[in-house]
T-cell receptor, first 114, second 109 residues
Framework: EPEVTQTPSHQVTQMGQEVILRCVPISNHLYFYWYRQILGQKVEFLVSFYNNEISEKSEIFDDQFSVERPDGSNFTLKIRSTKLEDSAMYFC????????????FGPGTRLTVT | DAKTTQPTSMDCAEGRAANLPCNHSTISGNEYVYWYRQIHSQGPQYIIHGLKNNETNEMASLIITEDRKSSTLILPHATLRDTAVYYCIVSSGYSTLTFGKGTMLLVSP
C-alpha cells in the first residue's frame, strides 16, 4: 500500500491569510487528489492533478485554491485568502495500482481558520 | 450526489462477522463497487472493490448480487479496531470518489 504523508498535521491561521498544505507521496506517482471534510460532514472532492496539470475540479475549487507540484515530489494545495468556512480536514490522495484504480489517502491536515 | 444507500449505523460484537449492506440500484455496467473506511477523522482507507464477481482480500470479502443492484461487505471476525465509518462508493475506476454518509460500524467487546 502506497504511503502518503501530509504536513502540517494541524494548521491554525487567521482569516484572510494564505496557507499551503503539503502532500508527500513516498513512491513515484503521477495522479493526485485533494479532498476536504468539514467537521461532521461528508468527504468532498476538490481537485485532481495529473502530470502537472489539473485534470478535474469541483465547484468548491474556486480561484482561491491552487495546486502545484513544485519540485516533482511534494504536491501542494494553496488557499490564497482563507475564510472561516475553509476550516476542515484536507486529505491528499494518490491513485495507484492498475485499472480499476484504488486511491490511497494521507492522514490529513486539520485547518482551523479563526 | 452519492449513488449508494447505506444504513446509518450498525453494531457488531467483537469476533463476530460484520455484514454491511449497500444498495446501488442505478449502477452502470462499467462501474465498480468500492469500499473505503474512515477511522475517527483519519484519511479514508481503501478496503476492496469489485465489478460483478465476489472478491476477497486480507481485510474483507465483497459479495455483489447477480443484478449488481446491491452488495455486502463482510468483515469475517470484527475487532474493536474495525470501528469506523464504512463507505460504499460506485465509481468507473478512473473517476473521483463521491462519498456519502456511510455506515458507522460500532464493534463492541
Amino acid at each position: 500500500e502506497p504511503e502518503v504523508t501530509q504536513t502540517p498535521s494541524h494548521q491554525v491561521t487567521q482569516m484572510g491569510q494564505e496557507v499551503i498544505l503539503r502532500c508527500v507521496p513516498i513512491s513515484n506517482h503521477l495522479y493526485f487528489y485533494w479532498y476536504r471534510q468539514i467537521l461532521g460532514q461528508k468527504v468532498e472532492f476538490l481537485v485532481s492533478f495529473y502530470n502537472n496539470e489539473i485534470s478535474e475540479k469541483s465547484e468548491i475549487f474556486d480561484d482561491q485554491f491552487s495546486v502545484e507540484r513544485p519540485d516533482g515530489s511534494n504536491f501542494t494545495l494553496k488557499i490564497r485568502s482563507t475564510k472561516l468556512e475553509d476550516s476542515a480536514m484536507y486529505f491528499c490522495a494518490l491513485r495507484a495500482g492498475s485499472y480499476p484504480y484504488e486511491q490511497y489517502f494521507g492522514p490529513g491536515t486539520r485547518l482551523t481558520v479563526t | 450526489d452519492a449513488k449508494t444507500t447505506q444504513p446509518t449505523s450498525m453494531d457488531c460484537a467483537e469476533g463476530r462477522a460484520a455484514n454491511l449492506p449497500c444498495n446501488h440500484s442505478t449502477i452502470s455496467g462499467n462501474e465498480y463497487v468500492y469500499w473505503y473506511r474512515q477511522i475517527h477523522s483519519q484519511g479514508p482507507q481503501y478496503i476492496i472493490h469489485g465489478l460483478k464477481n465476489n472478491e476477497t482480500n486480507e481485510m474483507a470479502s465483497l459479495i455483489i448480487t447477480e443484478d449488481r443492484k446491491s452488495s455486502t461487505l463482510i468483515l469475517p471476525h470484527a475487532t474493536l479496531r474495525d470501528t469506523a465509518v464504512y463507505y460504499c462508493i460506485v465509481s468507473s475506476g478512473y473517476s473521483t470518489l463521491t462519498f456519502g454518509k456511510g455506515t458507522m460500524l460500532l464493534v463492541s467487546p
